[in-house]
């Protein structure tokens, strides 16, 4: 009877120590089979090439294991934002998208934002400059774009037209560009203009003609709509000033004449060299390359009225998430849902456009386990060397400003401003029909501004 208790007890403790053996092991394995999971997402742009994304993509594949595979789509820009809003409301869109900054008030109740377990306000800040905070924080901390560059206006100067003319250097100020501009034009003796010194005036014949306009008003001071007070009610001092620098270089009674709407496209007068300077974006630079390889340029930062508070203008695409998609369910993969597409379209874009510091934290959705895993790559800093466009995120822009091509868009970005537009299409419409009005004298600059105020209102109801 002894020898019974003696063998059963020691039956018990060889199972007990079995079971606790077998606990840690369980345990410390990957996940169960209902546990995994994995996605496929797609993405839509227009000024990218698949290329642009191989060498990041396939290092995503071995720091995200719930993500199968990311398919790059692009799309013509005349085209683009139709086919993604058709796309959308028929539930087929992509799962990532790029949105132009000023979209963003269209499109913020189709867009997911981030779930906090993956980003938070503290770390986006850190991350990126200050006019990607401002556009794409929700009034509640909510995370709704992230962006792999930004751009913001310089000016593009012809060193040989400023060289005949003895000009040594770009101007730093409105007044500078004015005297300079003055000194670069040429008209002829019926009036023509045979050389212009800056593609200012008009409207339609600009490239970003509502843009500078912009810049204008915002480098003057001017309270502009912002998500809490959404009506246009202008400084009519500061309007009247910002409409009346402006149409002075298209007045043919203005000494400052050097532009009207016969003139060739601003970026086309630049390439073939009858343009001193214009005001435009980083992505112009390749513009101008290709059609004139031998062209003397250069690219200094936008003039400002004050250098104590300087401000830019910024006109850029940032990467969002896609609120609603039907999910296409592949045969022999455990269903996903909304929620988890979600979740991993917004862990690729933090891989994507976060400093990484050599690694990555994989997290996944249904049992929020993290694994951390080595990243060989930093995947903005990767974009940004082969595209050679202008940051998003504050220490590759650190790096940039000592750059000879991209300094000028660098130190913009960092001092950029926009504001509200809650339907961006139409806002710029209603600038380019005051400035016409005024060109045209159907209007006085009062009669404009009180124009543009009904206007605006209407819009932003």
Same mark, same amino acid.
């Given at each position: 009877m002894i020898?019974?208790?003696?063998?059963?007890?020691?039956?018990?403790?060889?199972?007990?120590?079995?079971?606790?053996?077998i606990v840690p092991v369980v345990s410390g394995c990957a996940e169960t089979k209902s546990q995994k999971y994995l996605v496929d997402l797609e993405v839509w742009g227009s000024f990218d090439d698949n290329n642009d994304f191989s060498e990041i993509l396939a290092e995503l594949r071995a720091v995200n294991p719930f993500i199968e595979k990311v398919v790059y789509k692009k799309i013509p820009i005349d085209s683009y934002e139709s086919e993604l809003i058709d796309a959308m409301a028929a539930g087929n869109g992509p799962d990532i998208f790029l949105v132009n900054n000023a979209w963003m008030?269209?499109?913020?109740?189709?867009v997911a934002p981030a779930p906090n377990d993956i980003i938070i306000e503290?770390?986006?800040?850190?991350?990126?400059?200050?006019?990607?905070?401002?556009?794409?924080?929700?009034?509640?901390?909510e995370i709704y774009g992230a962006p792999l560059s930004v751009d913001s206006l310089a000016l593009y100067y012809n060193k040989d037209l400023f060289n005949a003319a003895g000009i040594t250097s770009a101007p730093t100020t409105w007044s500078e560009?004015?005297?300079?501009?003055?000194?670069?034009?040429?008209?002829?003796?019926?009036?023509?203009?045979?050389?212009?010194?800056?593609?200012?005036?008009?409207?339609e014949n600009i490239n970003r003609s509502t843009d500078i306009v912009d810049l204008l008003m915002l480098q003057n001071g001017a309270q502009m709509p912002s998500r809490d007070i959404i009506g246009?009610?202008?400084?009519?001092?500061?309007a009247k000033n910002v409409l009346g620098f402006?149409?002075?270089?298209?007045?043919?009674?203005?000494?400052?004449?050097?532009? %009207?709407?016969?003139?060739?496209?601003?970026?086309?007068?630049?390439?073939?060299?009858?343009?001193?300077?214009?005001?435009?974006?980083?992505?112009?630079?390749?513009?101008?390359?290709?059609? %004139?390889?031998?062209?003397?340029?250069?690219?200094?930062?936008?003039?400002?009225?004050?250098?104590?508070?300087?401000?830019?203008?910024?006109?850029?695409w940032s990467f969002v998430v896609n609120k609603n998609k039907q999910i296409k369910q592949k045969e022999g993969r455990t269903p996903i849902n909304n929620e988890i597409r979600i979740h991993e379209a917004w862990q690729f874009l933090k891989f994507l456009t976060f400093k990484n510091d050599g690694k990555f934290t994989a997290i996944n959705y249904k049992t929020k386990n993290k694994k951390e895993y080595v990243s060989k790559i930093d995947p903005a800093s990767l974009y940004i060397e082969k595209t050679k466009r202008p940051a998003a995120r504050r220490d590759l822009i650190e790096k940039q400003k000592t750059d000879p091509t991209l300094s000028p868009f660098a130190y913009g970005n960092l001092i950029a401003k926009t504001w509200y537009k809650k339907n961006s299409n139409s806002v710029e419409g209603v600038?380019?029909?005051?400035?016409?009005?005024?060109?045209?004298?159907?209007?006085?600059?009062d009669q404009a501004l009180r124009s543009v105020e009904l206007r605006m209102a209407q819009i932003n109801k």
């Open positions: 020898k019974n208790k003696k063998k059963y007890k020691i039956k018990i403790v060889a199972l007990l120590l079995a079971i606790f053996m008030p269209r499109f913020e109740d189709k503290k770390d986006f800040r850190a991350n990126f400059i200050d006019i990607v905070a401002n556009e794409f924080i929700g009034k509640n901390g560009l004015l005297d300079d501009s003055k000194k670069l034009t040429r008209i002829d003796e019926v009036g023509e203009i045979k050389q212009s010194g800056i593609a200012m005036g008009t409207i246009f009610k202008p400084d009519y001092s500061i402006y149409t002075q270089f298209s007045k043919f009674s203005s000494p400052a004449y050097t532009w %009207n709407k016969r003139m060739n496209y601003s970026i086309d007068a630049f390439y073939k060299g009858d343009l001193a300077m214009m005001m435009n974006y980083s992505w112009h630079m390749d513009t101008i390359k290709s059609k %004139n390889s031998k062209l003397d340029f250069s690219i200094a930062p936008i003039p400002q009225i004050s250098s104590d508070k300087p401000v830019n203008f910024a006109n850029y600038w380019a029909e005051a400035i016409e009005s005024i060109n045209k004298g159907d209007f006085t600059t």
